[in-house]
Every structure is written in structure tokens, then in C-alpha cells.
């Protein structure tokens, strides 16, 4: 399967404003990836690279990715079970699509019985199309965007398609 991953952010800031963004895909996906991907800046701006080194909610049964995946991270660490907080693309593959607009998604991973497992604590059903951007201990670590000074989001959209070999063709 193949899947068109990608996103559209735009921001508007009244004075430069230093950044800090994970949003190119994990550096674990180079060999599945056909198309490599690229970030555009307007005006053009100075871009550092980092790749990360690893990898009340719950009375209320309410919360968002973000949310189960930090309880179920803290349920495995307190039985003694490597976890690791995982951040991506998960799409509607494979399932109905969802009237809400599409989001970044959160889930962990579990090291068990010599590898790393994902585990989606939101979502009840299997899913398909998971793709990985950063993992470490918390969110606050793999923080997708952060911004040192006053920034108004205009516009912010996430894709993932399946897609067959022909849209992979250059432009």
C-alpha cells in the first residue's frame, strides 16, 4: 500500500519568530519512503535540521490522542514496560472517513518480547497507514510546532491518501 502523506501550515507573525518544527517524516522511514518530502518557508527563512535520539484524564474518560497515549505510556513505565510516545500521520485508510477535519495523531509504542510494537489508545479498531514522524518520552519532546513569540495560525491541513504508483510520477 502506498500513502500520500502531507500537510499545509500557514502562520502569520508580526516579528521574526523563531520556530521549532517536526514535521518532516521519521528518519526510520527513509527506506519506505518513494518521494522524499520538503519544507517550503515564505519569506525564506534559516532551517536546522534535529532528529530525535529515542523514542486528571483518565477519571474523566475523556481526552484526545495526545491524552490516552500519555496514560497508557505511564500505565506501561509503572509495570516496568518500555514505552515510548510516538506522533504522525494516521489517516481514514482503511476505515470511514471522518466529517472532522484531519489532525496530526498520537499513539505509543511498547518494547516487548525484543521489538517495538505501536499501540493506538484512541482509536478501538486496527488501523492502517500509521506514519511516523517523532518519538520520545513525552509530547512536550516531540512537540510538532513550537513558537518562541506571537504567532496566529491562518490556515492548517493534514492529508493521508492511498495512492497507487502512478501518482508517485514527477510533476
Avoid at 71 to 91: D, S
Avoid at 101 to 117: I, P, V
Avoid at 151 to 165: A, C, K, N, Q, Y
Amino acid at each position: 500500500m502506498l500513502i500520500r502523506v502531507g500537510y499545509d501550515i500557514i502562520f502569520e507573525h508580526p516579528a521574526p519568530t523563531p520556530m521549532i518544527a517536526m514535521l518532516y517524516l521519521h528518519p526510520s522511514w527513509n527506506l519506505a519512503i518513494r518521494r522524499g518530502d520538503y519544507l517550503l518557508v515564505e519569506p525564506s527563512a534559516p532551517i536546522s535540521e534535529y532528529t530525535d535520539v529515542f523514542g486528571k484524564v483518565y477519571q474523566e474518560r475523556v481526552g484526545v490522542c495526545r491524552d490516552f497515549t500519555h496514560l497508557a505510556v505511564t500505565f506501561c513505565r509503572c509495570l516496568n514496560i518500555p514505552a515510548r510516545y510516538c506522533t504522525g500521520y494516521l489517516g481514514d485508510v482503511g476505515v470511514p472517513s471522518s466529517p472532522d477535519s484531519m489532525d496530526f495523531s498520537a499513539w505509543f509504542e511498547a518494547y516487548l518480547g525484543g521489538r517495538w510494537y505501536a499501540f493506538d489508545p484512541r482509536n478501538h479498531t486496527p488501523r492502517i497507514g500509521r506514519v511516523l514522524m517523532a518519538y520520545g518520552h513525552a509530547a512536550a519532546e516531540v512537540a510538532l510546532l513550537t513558537s518562541f513569540g506571537p504567532s496566529r495560525l491562518d490556515r492548517f491541513t493534514v492529508w493521508t491518501d492511498e495512492v497507487g504508483e502512478e501518482a508517485l510520477a514527477p510533476v
